[in-house]
């Protein structure tokens, strides 16, 4: 663990904190340009349906864009793609559009075609590193079962399930509690098709004897489906949403406060094939600032906005909080949300990470991940305008708070107890990277020291529940 350097712990050792996305699955709409803004009357579809005209009139820094550049033949596939996108649209495209096409083109998208999880990859996440952390999530997903009235059927959906280490250890470590195990049916949102192999054979599935194209999970019998959204998954049944660094990767749009007003970062083609990509702002504000810089800062305070300088959006994780809170309103249930951001307006945290270490979110793209700090606040507020009297909504409070009300010291200890030494040094240096802060005090000599850094207040928790539920176990 100490040869390569993780995602948790990249964010320590650098003063603009950056801990990279561990979840593949993302939302799939797009933001294409047109004349004018169309809205959807489905309130589940109006945010996909929404398309937004950028104005490129007057931008400076805009160059000519002629069908050919010098150079060009050396680019990626992916930096090719981008900067067709560009050339045919005739000026620079959002952040949010770059980040998506980077992240999940079907063809050359980071996430589509290979195994980025792991020292082998490009990061490791909490699942990785201690098999503690899935089985804690199976804690709190067994004891809302029980507070939901031990319900004959319940829909267990991960967003953005990686290589499915979560849910394997989920599912082992309720393995006792058979009534638990035997309502489960499993639902992964996962677009790659590269992950969700690996997702199979990690929860070792087998074809069903009475239907070969449904997968079983030989780990607790349960059956296994995969969907591209969660808006595919199916409704009616009380559902146990889990997503773990799934927010930190849905697309953002970027803001920067000028003489002009709010105008949007946008991304164009660079002046020379050794920077192929570059940063211009919008002449003035585009109807994405005006839109969802406006709702975003419609939630915030005038202290909160009277600083701003910067702002990031994600439109996505909007969408994504609306489902889920009309999902648990309508169908019962809860979901549990874990990863890296603030209770606040998020400024300017875009990231990029290759190997385990930071690079430029330019550089060659398509072979670095790319992920932003979460707005826990605005999820928050989505999730109650959402389904105002049917959820509420707890935290975000840390991971080192949530995990140590779900007992992980005791789980530890038990671990411990029939540990090598070994096996025991590994155990105690993941405890600390989930719940603790900094470097580990007993450590010395590693060669880097951000390998067993702990990220326990940086990672936050948050609650999305039914109301008739009350207080969630890791809240109270």
């Not at 002449?283 to 406006?294: E, I, V």
């Not at 875009?350 to 072979?367: E, M, N, Y």
Request: aromatic content about 8%.
């Amino acid at each position: 663990m100490a040869s390569f350097l993780s995602r948790l712990s990249l964010r320590a050792s650098l003063s603009r904190c950056r801990v990279p996305y561990g979840g593949a699955s993302r939302a799939s709409s797009r933001i294409w340009f047109s004349s004018d803004v169309k809205e959807s009357s489905d309130p589940e579809t109006k945010d996909e349906e929404s398309t937004l005209k950028i104005d490129r009139s007057g931008l400076s820094q805009l160059q000519d864009h002629a069908p050919k550049i010098s150079g060009r033949e050396s680019m990626s596939a992916m930096s090719k793609h981008l900067d067709a996108i560009i050339r045919f649209r005739g000026g620079p495209i959002p952040v949010a559009e770059y980040m998506e096409e980077v992240l999940t083109n079907p063809t050359a998208g980071f996430y589509m075609n290979r195994d980025v999880f792991g020292a082998g990859g490009d990061f490791v996440t909490s699942p990785d590193i201690s098999q503690m952390f899935g089985e804690l999530i199976g804690v709190w997903s067994t004891c809302l079962w029980h507070q939901m009235g031990r319900p004959k059927e319940v829909a267990l959906v991960e967003l953005g399930p990686g290589r499915g280490t979560l849910m394997a250890d989920l599912i082992r470590g309720t393995s006792k509690f058979q009534d638990f195990t035997s309502a489960i049916s499993i639902h992964l949102v996962e677009c790659s098709p590269t992950l969700r192999k690996i997702q199979e054979a990690t929860l070792e599935c087998v074809s069903c004897d009475d239907c070969p194209e449904k997968k079983r999970s030989t780990l607790s019998g349960s059956l296994v489906s995969w969907y591209m959204d969660l808006l595919e998954v199916p409704r009616g049944v009380p559902t146990i949403i889990i997503a773990h660094e799934f927010f930190d990767a849905l697309p953002v749009h970027q803001f920067q406060k000028t003489p002009r007003g709010w105008c949007e970062k946008l991304i164009d083609v660079g002046e020379s094939p050794s920077e192929p990509f570059r940063y211009v702002l919008s002449p003035r504000p585009t109807p994405a600032s005006k839109l969802y810089l406006g709702k975003r800062l419609q939630w915030a305070s005038e202290e909160e906005k009277a600083c701003l300088e910067h702002v990031e959006v994600c439109p996505e994780s909007f969408r994504y909080a609306g489902s889920i809170s009309r999902r648990v309103s309508e169908d019962g249930g809860a979901a549990l949300i874990i990863d890296y951001g603030d209770d606040k307006i998020i400024t300017d945290s875009l990231q990029a990470i290759r190997k385990h270490k930071f690079t430029s979110v330019l550089d060659d793209p398509g072979s670095a991940d790319l992920s932003a700090h979460v707005d826990f606040g605005a999820i928050r507020h989505a999730a109650t305008e959402a389904a105002a009297d049917g959820v509420t909504v707890y935290g975000p409070i840390t991971q080192s708070k949530f995990l140590g009300m779900l007992g992980i010291n005791f789980r530890l200890e038990a671990l411990l107890n029939n540990a090598s030494e070994e096996q025991a040094e590994a155990l105690q240096l993941g405890y600390w990277r989930l719940v603790g802060e900094g470097p580990a005090p007993w450590v010395e000599g590693e060669e880097d020291e951000s390998t067993q850094t702990g990220m326990g207040t940086q990672y936050k928790a948050l609650a999305i529940v039914n109301s008739s539920l009350g207080v969630p176990i890791g809240f109270q």
